[in-house]
């Protein structure tokens, strides 16, 4: 759908004349008595010149495979390596120093000193070191008092005072002087004191600014609590990026394919990743001992098509031309680092654990595609085109492991994948089409107020703005009532020139709302228009309480297992959003199942969230009086004590034909 354009025509305008001077030829109309013309037109609807956004950082890190043996002579090797071995021109550029580099002591002002006999010169000689090598440095620190090293010492002893708590400025000030371009903040300290995760990581993220003011130079921010503080609703625009997840591996740990897997899945938190900020699953495993080459490509599959930071932790001086050529694959990154910055999301699993993701790509009908294998046999998967967002024309496809053409397919594309495996694919099709809001207000941050989707489900989303300062801006989005994300809008050369940014917005079906706000501190930039469209394999339906009017949802977008469901206001979000599949589940966030507690068969048991296991307790039935029962027990999806309010438990109960039990799927 789309509105007339006819916003701030006049501001418009007179920024043009103004901008140059009053153009000889609109002074003449003016003598004339004849109305000037304008300079360029109202954008038509939406650009469809896409801006180019900041990729998930690329680099090396320290400890995967030195732990906290690290000194000069180790970051020396490696940045040597990382230049010599191609895989600084492929894009690794970060080298990244991890726990271990300091012993915590500090001088009476509070500043951090170091053991030179492990760091001659000091801290900047190694970060002068890394940029004379054409690198980036990072550097790593704890929220809390005490630093990781402290609570779980590995080559070194328990070092204390190793956090930043109480020298938050300071520190970063001092790392910026020293010559850093990025720091990573680990969590240990801040655990064990209990502080507030969101509060803790925003005070830091001020105080970077506040010492960039001081210093010119800003770290990139790396927030690491291990998304046990469910970063996803928060960190956008005050991390760059943030883990998602726990370790990938710990110390002493085969490398295995379950925590791999694990962080996968709960590092696709969608519209938390756009225009810069990157949901991060963890640091690379590729080129460890115990990983083969299937499974190191299979590992750059899975964090490519999610658009994660790609940070290795191999020992790239003695790695072998199998795993440089692994990481430095071109197609496979040229997916991770697509400058549109967006991540993938699941759009197909016809049969359990056989599934298909799909990540939108910079360009016109351009996507990456990841058919992926979770069982011990060898499958057929099929992608559709529709699943996509594309239409059902014929779409080129390629194969980015082997680097070679598969063909020209009409509907979708099947090919078979080997247990446990993924096959990486990229697609050129036709583009479905869209609707387009035109903000018809005076407002630079507008609100768009009937923002209409067919379907409950991920959308894409470009967003239509001019910046014409030369630094980015930002400003947030926020559509109903789910969590506000922080968008980055990079300069547009003018104010008269409009671009696109994109992100992946969870829309309700009907009208919805999507408000942007300036950001403190930051001058908003001139939105105006919305591009939407869906991407039909994320479709799904909200539950909605006959009672209540309020949804199924899970609290917070946490999937952490045995969550209990609950009722809250319907916002349209993922967290809302559930698809009953052809096996009878009702399944949110694209891998985690409705299921009944425990197996339970009796009154009063639980309905949560759990992995999806096949489980009859995980199967439901809609019938037509509009209950949902549970295919193992046969009692009724109820709203505890037939309470309406937000927060209200959702339990089994015995069938009694009360409001509290029924459910429309919308």
């Not at 300079?39 to 801006?51: F, G, I």
């Not at 801040?190 to 770290?219: H, S």
Request: glycine share 10%; hydrophobic share 35%; aromatic share 8%.
């Amino acid at each position: 759908m789309s509105q007339p354009a006819a916003r701030s025509w006049t501001r418009r305008i007179t920024a043009q004349l103004l901008a140059v001077g009053l153009a000889v030829a609109g002074l003449a109309a003016l003598d004339r008595q004849e109305p000037p013309t304008p300079l360029s037109a109202e954008p038509a609807a939406v650009s469809t010149s896409q801006t180019g956004v900041t990729p998930p950082p690329m680099g090396w890190a320290s400890w995967n495979s030195f732990f906290s043996s690290i000194d000069h002579t180790v970051i020396k090797q490696q940045a040597n390596a990382l230049v010599s071995s191609g895989m600084a021109d492929a894009g690794y550029k970060y080298v990244n120093l991890d726990d271990g580099w300091w012993q915590g002591d500090r001088d009476a002002n509070g500043n951090i000193v170091v053991d030179e006999t492990l760091w001659p010169g000091g801290m900047k000689a190694i970060a002068d070191y890394i940029h004379s090598k054409g690198l980036k440095a990072g550097i790593y620190t704890d929220a809390g008092k005490q630093g990781c090293g402290y609570y779980y010492p590995t080559t070194r002893p328990a070092a204390p005072n190793t956090g930043m708590e109480g020298h938050y400025q300071q520190d970063l000030e001092t790392f910026q002087r020293w010559g850093f371009d990025y720091v990573k903040i680990d969590w240990c300290g801040g655990r064990v004191e209990g502080l507030d995760q969101e509060t803790t990581y925003k005070q830091i993220a001020a105080a970077n600014e506040a010492a960039t003011a001081v210093t010119g130079r800003r770290l990139v921010l790396s927030f690491c609590e291990w998304g046990t503080g469910l970063p996803w609703n928060w960190a956008t625009g005050h991390g760059d990026l943030w883990r998602t997840s726990h370790d990938v591996l710990l110390y002493k740990e085969t490398p295995g394919l379950t925590k791999m897997y694990r962080n996968f899945d709960e590092a696709l938190q969608p519209a938390a990743q756009h225009t810069g900020y990157y949901n991060d699953p963890d640091m690379l495993m590729v080129g460890l001992s115990g990983m083969t080459a299937q499974r190191n490509r299979l590992h750059m599959s899975l964090w490519s098509i999610a658009g994660a930071p790609l940070l290795a932790g191999n020992n790239v001086a003695t790695m072998t031309t199998e795993t440089r050529d692994i990481l430095t694959n071109p197609e496979v990154l040229a997916v991770n680092q697509d400058r549109r910055g967006l991540q993938g999301v699941k759009v197909a699993e016809d049969t359990r654990n056989l599934q298909v993701y799909g990540k939108v790509l910079s360009g016109t009908g351009k996507r990456a595609v990841m058919l992926f294998n979770r069982t011990g046999s060898a499958a057929n998967i099929t992608v559709r085109w529709a699943d996509l967002g594309l239409t059902s024309a014929s779409a080129t496809v390629r194969n980015a492991w082997t680097r070679t053409a598969a063909g020209s397919f009409a509907t979708g594309y099947t090919t078979s994948v080997p247990a446990n495996d993924a096959v990486l694919l990229t697609v050129s099709g036709t583009e479905a089409s869209g609707s387009t809001f035109e903000d018809t207000t005076t407002a630079t941050t507008p609100t768009f107020g009937n923002v209409t989707a067919t379907t409950a489900g991920t959308k894409l989303v470009d967003i239509t703005y001019a910046n014409g300062g030369s630094t980015t801006r930002k400003a947030t989005i926020q559509v109903g009532g789910q969590y506000k994300y922080v968008v980055a809008f990079p300069p547009t050369g003018s104010a008269t020139t409009y671009r696109t940014v994109s992100v992946l917005a969870h829309l309700a079906k009907g009208a919805n709302t999507a408000r942007f706000a300036a950001v403190s501190g930051s001058t908003a930039p001139d939105i105006d228009a919305l591009r939407v469209q869906g991407i039909p394999g994320t479709d799904g339906t909200a539950l909605v309480g006959a009672a209540s009017g309020r949804c199924v949802d899970i609290d917070k977008n946490t999937y952490v297992n045995a969550t209990q469901a609950q009722l809250w206001d319907c916002s349209g979000g993922r967290n809302e959003t559930f698809t009953h599949t052809s096996r009878g589940e009702l399944v949110v966030y694209g891998n985690k199942c409705l299921d009944a507690d425990n197996n339970g068969t009796t009154n009063g048991t639980k309905v949560i969230i759990w992995d999806c296991t096949n489980g009859t307790n995980q199967k439901w039935t809609a019938n037509a009086n509009g209950t949902l029962t549970n295919n193992a027990s046969g009692l009724c999806l109820d709203a505890s004590d037939a309470a309406t309010a937000n927060g209200t438990k959702l339990i089994l109960w015995t069938c009694n034909g009360q409001n509290n039990q029924k459910w429309t799927l919308i």
